[in-house]
Nanobody
Framework: QLQLVESGGGLVQPGGSLRLSCVAS????????MGWFRQAPGREREGVSC????????HYADFVKGRFTISRDNAKNTVYLEMNSLKPEDTAVYYC????????????WGKGTLVTVSS
């Protein structure tokens, strides 16, 4: 079964940090760019970050630049999102996705992990 499973979400205070992980099973991430997306209550899903197949190129939405870092470990079939200096407006369900290329069509979606930033 082809799956992407996110973990690492939770409740954190403003200014805090979290590290999200996304593990693939049933297929290899080697062939895909990987993206993180988020959807806040009452809002549309939006792109957060993307990393190409080799990990040599990364992209970030303006609202997370300088605070979030995407990385991948192809040997572990895993992609990460390190989130620092979290703000209440970062509260959302975070999804990882396997993409044919960054900003391209999505091949696989995870089911998401909830991040809540609140004091």
């Amino acid at each position: 079964q082809l799956q992407l499973v996110e973990s690492g979400g939770g409740l954190v205070q403003p200014g805090g940090s979290l590290r999200l992980s996304c593990v693939a099973s049933g297929f290899s991430l080697d062939y895909y760019s990987m993206g993180w997306f988020r959807q806040a209550p009452g809002r549309e899903r939006e792109g957060v970050s993307c990393i190409n197949r080799s990990g040599g190129s990364t992209h970030y939405a303006d609202f997370v630049k300088g605070r979030f870092t995407i990385s991948r470990d192809n040997a572990k079939n895993t992609v990460y999102l390190e989130m620092n200096s979290l703000k209440p407006e970062d509260t959302a369900v975070y999804y990882c996705a396997a993409l044919y290329y960054c900003a391209g069509p999505t091949a696989h979606w995870g089911k998401g992990t909830l991040v809540t930033v609140s004091s």
